[in-house]
């Protein structure tokens, strides 16, 4: 029994507690002899009574609210996925008021809905104990309208018996699964991979709130996952257990499985205590971005250096996140000759994470050895090493398969670079360089995922010079180039030599280009169409070799088609906003 019991004497108890002992007729919603039974003990006590009772007929708790309201025991988290009905039906007797009709109140449907009951029936407890007029509420396919609940009054409850109920909701959850399956069925054809809600919680101004979501989504396309919908809240404070309180959060999930979606992807990083308080209120699955991110690169690993970094950092990253909440003794394990409770599983998962987590780093600490033997080996060559870094999605590869005609693997689309190539580049004169691509960076890049590619960016350790390739294009420039530096600041290479180079030059105007140019100290040119390539050699050669190999190339910051006149502060800071 659960809810406002206080006050209660022994005999209203008992009455109560009794109630658990009945059954209900599986084909009946409610049966009259057992509406009768809440509605005696609610007009009794004064207050509102309710009983879930399973399709079996076996009523599996009884609860007690106030005159107007009712408390329902925690029945598990919010289902995933919307042909799913939780099994259980809730009757309730509801108090009388005089001259007002009998309704649904939206606390009831709300529970209907974030808990997938069958159905909620609520029936009026008249004067006397007596039964009066009912109502019964259950759950809608997904429909044009966007109604999720439909209310169907009855005049009587005894008319709730008329209907063959195990029938009714057999053929509401076949209805539920043929719209939900044909509404997906394009989409399974067209774009494979889980479908999310995107949920961004922001205590910063609205526009860069916007651009951070859509960071996200693209984030998301990236891992293959489809989005469905983005639920973003500005709050003045984020709430420390769930980021957006639990009212919006129930709000966001029942509005997920409206859509079909199996994923709640969060645009923060989530603590190991917050993400329990939102896994505590659905079953569908909830990452953050962090998380989105190490899956990104678990599938884009290709070496073996890559793979063994990915799992480090996933493993860092899930240790503290493991779940806490156990389900009682069958989740132990015998200790020594079988006596006494000996480890719990989340024990068993914590020291075997550990354990991998040693071995991973004893493997990656190998590799990295070698690698620093095959770079001393190249560094007595005397060869000076490029390596370009860069935001995520940059044109990096792209760049390095133009100059040194390679078949770096290119795409649209973020981090499809993971692991790092070399390639020899010739400059004129004789001259020959080892360029580098590298991974990109991102905004917020997990510190877990930095410190388990530490082995790998120890390539821009012996970099003699930085490539910084950035999206001229990208409304979100300055941003991004300020990730970059603070990722490099990180790793202690703000002493690095450095040269920006504004890449997809084809994409803007020559006056564009010449006032980024020039508020960057940069080098612009075009990976794809092959064009700035002179200077950008021209420049790295000054920095390398203190001498100038491209005497007969343009200057570095026109293009053709540039202005010759030098930009206005007013120009620089309209392009640069």
Not at 15 to 34: D, K, Y
Not at 550 to 572: K, N
């Amino acid at each position: 029994m659960y809810g406002k019991t206080t006050g209660l004497k022994p005999s209203q108890r008992q009455r109560l507690e009794r109630l658990q002992t009945r059954r209900v007729h599986p084909r009946a919603a409610a049966t009259p002899e057992f509406a009768r039974s809440l509605t005696e003990i609610a007009d009794e006590i004064g207050r509102t009574v309710g009983a879930l009772v399973a399709r079996s007929g076996r009523v599996e708790h009884v609860a007690v609210g106030d005159a107007t309201r009712l408390w329902l025991p925690d029945i598990g988290r919010l289902r995933a996925g919307t042909v799913r009905l939780r099994g259980l039906r809730l009757i309730v007797a509801a108090l009388a008021r005089e001259d007002q009709p009998l309704n649904i109140q939206q606390d009831l449907l709300t529970d209907l809905q974030r808990l997938q009951l069958d159905a909620v029936v609520v029936v009026e407890a008249l004067a006397g104990g007596f039964t009066g007029r009912a109502a019964l509420a259950h759950l809608l396919p997904p429909n044009p309208r966007g109604e999720r609940t439909r209310v169907i009054p009855h005049p009587h409850a005894a008319a709730l018996r008329d209907d063959d109920f195990l029938e009714f909701i057999a053929a509401l959850e076949s209805e539920l699964y043929r719209t939900v399956d044909e509404a997906r069925a394009p989409e399974r054809r067209d774009v494979p991979g889980e479908r999310a809600v995107l949920v961004g919680i922001y205590s910063t101004p609205r526009a860069e709130a916007e651009r951070s979501m859509a960071e996200l989504e693209q984030l998301a396309r990236s891992a293959g996952v489809h989005v469905v919908d983005q639920q973003v809240q500005l709050r003045k404070q984020l709430d420390p257990r769930t980021l957006l309180g639990k009212g919006k959060l129930e709000e966001v999930c029942l509005a997920a499985l409206q859509q079909g979606a199996d994923l709640l992807i969060f645009d923060a990083a989530l603590r190991p205590s917050q993400l329990k308080h939102v896994t505590d209120i659905t079953d569908l699955k909830v990452i953050d971005r962090a998380m989105l991110i190490l899956d990104i690169f678990g599938k884009r690993a290709r070496s073996l250096d890559g793979k063994l970094q990915v799992e480090l950092a996933q493993l860092r990253y899930s240790l503290p996140r493991l779940a806490t909440r156990q389900t009682g003794l069958s989740r132990l394990t015998g200790g020594i000759d079988g006596r006494g409770p000996g480890e719990t599983r989340l024990e068993i998962d914590r020291r075997r994470a550990k354990d991998r987590i040693r071995r991973l780093e004893k493997e990656i600490e190998h590799l990295s050895r070698r690698r620093q033997e095959r770079r001393k080996r190249r560094n007595l060559r005397g060869l000076p090493v490029i390596s370009i870094v860069g935001y995520t999605n940059a044109g990096k590869s792209t760049l390095i398969n133009a100059l040194t005609e390679s078949t770096v693997e290119v795409e649209d689309r973020m981090f499809s670079t993971l692991d790092p190539t070399s390639r020899r580049l010739r400059f004129p004169r004789e001259r020959e360089v080892i360029i580098t691509d590298t991974v990109g960076f991102i905004r917020d890049l997990p510190s877990d995922l930095i410190n388990a590619f530490r082995a790998t960016l120890e390539e821009l350790d012996d970099a003699d010079l930085l490539w910084h390739v950035v999206d001229i294009t990208d409304p979100h420039i300055i941003e991004q180039v300020r990730s970059v530096e603070q990722t490099l600041e990180s790793l202690g290479l703000e002493q690095k030599p450095r040269l920006v180079v504004l890449n997809k030059a084809d994409r803007v105007t020559g006056f564009e280009q010449s006032v980024r140019a020039r508020g960057f100290d940069a080098v612009v040119c075009s990976a794809l169409a092959g064009s700035g390539f002179e200077r950008l050699l021209n420049r790295s050669a000054e920095i390398l070799f203190r001498e100038s190999v491209l005497t007969d190339g343009a200057p570095w910051a026109e293009e053709p088609g540039a202005v010759t006149r030098p930009p206005s502060a007013q120009d620089f800071a309209h392009l640069l906003a």
